[in-house]
């Protein structure tokens, strides 16, 4: 149980272009959804906190409007990367909590951004 | 000059010996930890959690230790196996209640058979 999938897995875009990666949690409905960028070598940093049905709660220093979350059900989040520059190409990893008492998230294999 | 965050420690042992990744963490007030496994191209596993009003969990083949007086965690691996090769972060959520984790830097396990 506890299975969370991102599509697609890899993505090469352009500069300018919008790309959006989908977070899907597969067995489990997930009351909330995180979303972490990770450099090579590096470790994961949360970019955006998001409650099904509310506005996400980004980081500090993170442009809200560069990054778009969508978390519009209970199984369902998406990022869209705005106007992408060669700069955001990351690898982008997604993680779903269930309701409850526990703190564990599950997390997505992620998906690797490649802006040109 | 140096660069930042390009360098992970590692940690090189022989398949067979017990493994011990270290991390430290700096606030106080966080109530809970996890340890995850990543692999190159993956995203993070869950190997074990532990709440801080515990100082020891174990696992099949892992034990997490949490020392609350030096904020140290650190995460025991018996018997290494070559599958255990990977980038290990300690995990820590700082705002009870919100179940945001914030990781640690993270360490690189290498096993050689």
């Known amino acids: 149980g506890a299975v969370v999938s991102q599509h697609p897995s890899w993505v090469i875009c352009k500069s300018g272009t919008s790309v959006k990666i989908e977070c899907r949690s597969l067995d489990f409905q997930a009351t909330t959804m995180f979303w972490y960028r990770q450099f090579p070598k590096q470790s994961l940093m949360l970019m955006a906190t998001?409650?099904?049905?509310?506005?996400?709660?980004?980081e500090q220093g993170v442009e809200k409007d560069k990054f778009l979350i969508n978390h519009a059900s209970l199984t369902l989040s998406t990022l869209t990367v705005t106007s992408a520059h060669p700069e955001d190409s990351s690898f982008y990893i997604c993680s779903a909590r269930g309701g409850g008492a526990t703190y564990e998230q599950y997390f997505g294999p992620g998906t690797r951004l490649t802006v040109t | 000059g140096e660069s930042v965050g390009l360098h992970l420690p590692t940690l090189s042992v022989q398949e067979g010996d017990n493994s011990i990744i270290n991390c430290a963490y700096s606030?106080?007030?966080?109530?809970?930890f996890i340890w995850y496994k990543q692999e190159s191209g993956k995203g993070p596993q869950f190997i074990i959690d532990i709440r801080s009003n515990m100082d020891k969990r174990q696992g099949q083949r892992v034990t997490v230790l949490l020392n609350k007086t030096v904020k140290h965690l650190s995460l025991q691996i018996a018997a290494t196996q070559p599958g255990d090769s990977a980038v290990y972060f300690c995990?820590?959520?700082?705002?009870?209640?919100?179940?945001?984790?914030?990781f640690g830097k993270g360490t690189m396990l290498l096993v050689s058979p």
């Open positions: 998001s409650n099904e049905g509310s506005k996400a709660t980004y």
């Open positions: 606030n106080s007030a966080s109530d809970y």
């Open positions: 995990a820590e959520n700082r705002r009870s209640g919100y179940s945001t984790l914030t």
